[in-house]
């Protein structure tokens, strides 16, 4: 199965406290020992690195070692995270995630504490200790 890993999940991954981070990286390799393959994007890597500047070889090297591929975004995918970002009510980093996901074919969105349950573009699992 090909999972988009959002924003979300890898700012936890990367810089939550270490019980979080235990718990995600937990989940990331029962899937990975099934055969699941994981794809990010471009935006979401560089905000990413964006935010912890003084880490930012690390992050690059940590998300490049688990991820198959960091995929581009079009300007197409922006336009249609803007008209999901006011149809479902949802943030634009949700929205784009949503276009990428689907532009991309991908099977599964896996994220953290996203409001992408209720939309039926795509499967989405939430990996945050809230969720069910």
């Known amino acids: 199965m090909k999972n988009y890993l959002t924003y979300s999940l890898l700012f936890h991954l990367l810089q939550s406290e270490k019980k979080n981070r235990k718990l995600i990286e937990e989940k990331l390799k029962e899937r990975l020992k099934s055969g699941d393959r994981f794809f990010s994007d ?35 995918d922006v ?31 896996l994220g953290y504490g996203e409001n992408l349950s209720s939309q039926k573009l795509i499967s989405f699992l939430d990996l945050s200790p809230k969720s069910k």
């Open 42 to 76: 471009s935006h979401s890597i560089s905000e990413l690195i964006h935010n912890g500047l003084e880490y930012s070889q690390e992050i690059f090297h940590s998300i490049h070692g688990l991820c198959d591929q960091i995929l581009l975004f079009t300007k197409e």
């Open 79 to 109: 336009s249609i995270a803007i008209g999901l970002q006011k149809e479902l009510k949802i943030s634009y980093m949700e929205a784009l995630s949503l276009a990428i996901s689907t532009h991309n074919q991908l099977d599964r969105i």
